[in-house]
């Protein structure tokens, strides 16, 4: 109830303040002929123009604000209702389950079209194979990492281990991802380990994404982060092409030798990149 009556008090409040400020830009938008005849101050009429972005700018970050702090469900791992709300989201239904796919046979599909892609491997980490494309005026890094065993508690250290390792990492790069990769039967377990990712905010910093996904491809979901209004239009179109990419390789992994490591366990990390400390607190990127 008490947040209910915050979110009304909120919006009216944010919709007086836009009613007001429109009303006004309205009123000036009518005499701006009268502002062609101020003679030197005639300039003055442009301002109008300026007016309109800035109001069409403030807009849109209010419908920003309200949807990220109202419009968006928190789901508990613990609470079994909270997970049976989880997985009516159509949206995270992607394609029909694969019984017969293994995940390892996913991760070696999609490292191989990445490394045919411009991806270099750079670096085998505790969370994953991490992987770089800086040519031709890219900045894009995939982690990538099969579980067959996963749960909310695994889910979080390697999202929390990713996040450092983007922030400490001496290459920048602005958009990041991470998959986990998991062929695993129980279902209230990989929808506990989804919310690690629904619940998260891929914004890092001012300069920096980090998108995690879980592919859950005994059940045919892929869950990402629900709350994505603080991406813009062409991060938001970049990672909708990624997800596609994800899915592709999903349904239909290309035949392929396997890697010659297993890919769920670290492995020994290469000289372009170090491993970050793990965290003592939540690291950045997920909601409090």
């Not at 101020?38 to 301002?47: C, D, I, K, M, Q």
């Not at 894009?140 to 099969?146: H, P, S, V």
């Not at 045919?220 to 994800?246: A, H, K, M, N, T």
Request: hydrophobic share 40%; glycine share 6%.
């Amino acid at each position: 109830m008490k947040k209910k009556r915050s979110l009304i008090s909120e919006v009216f409040n944010q919709a007086a303040v836009l009613l007001v400020l429109g009303l006004a830009l309205i009123y000036l938008w009518r005499q701006r002929a009268a502002l062609g005849q101020l003679g030197p101050l005639s300039f003055l009429r442009y301002g109008l123009w300026l007016a309109l972005v800035l109001y069409l700018c403030l807009l849109i970050e209010t419908l920003r604000s309200l949807s990220s702090s109202y419009l968006f469900k928190r789901y508990d791992p613990a609470d079994p209702e909270s997970l049976k709300d989880l997985a009516r989201l159509t949206r995270y239904q992607a394609f029909p389950p694969a019984g017969n796919v293994e995940g390892v046979k996913v991760l070696v599909s999609l490292l191989q079209y990445l490394k045919r892609s411009g991806f270099r491997e750079v670096s085998r980490q505790s969370f994953g194979i991490v992987l770089e494309n800086t040519g031709a005026g890219k900045e894009e890094r995939f982690i990538l990492i099969y579980k067959p065993m996963l749960n909310v508690l695994i889910a979080d250290r390697h999202l929390k281990e990713a996040a450092a390792y983007v922030l400490q990492s001496k290459t920048r790069i602005r958009r990041n991802a991470i998959l986990l990769i998991s062929d695993m039967e129980s279902d209230t377990e990989m929808l506990s380990s989804a919310v690690s990712a629904v619940n998260y905010l891929p914004k890092l910093s001012s300069h920096c994404v980090l998108m995690p996904y879980i592919l859950d491809i005994c059940h045919g979901r892929l869950f990402y982060p629900q709350d994505q209004s603080e991406q813009s239009l062409l991060d938001r179109y970049y990672y909708r092409q990624q997800r596609q990419l994800i899915l592709q390789h999903s349904m239909r992994p290309s035949p392929g030798p396997g890697p010659s490591r297993p890919p769920q366990g670290p492995g020994p990390a290469r000289p372009l990149a170090a491993s970050p400390n793990q965290p003592s607190r939540p690291g950045p990127g997920f909601k409090s």
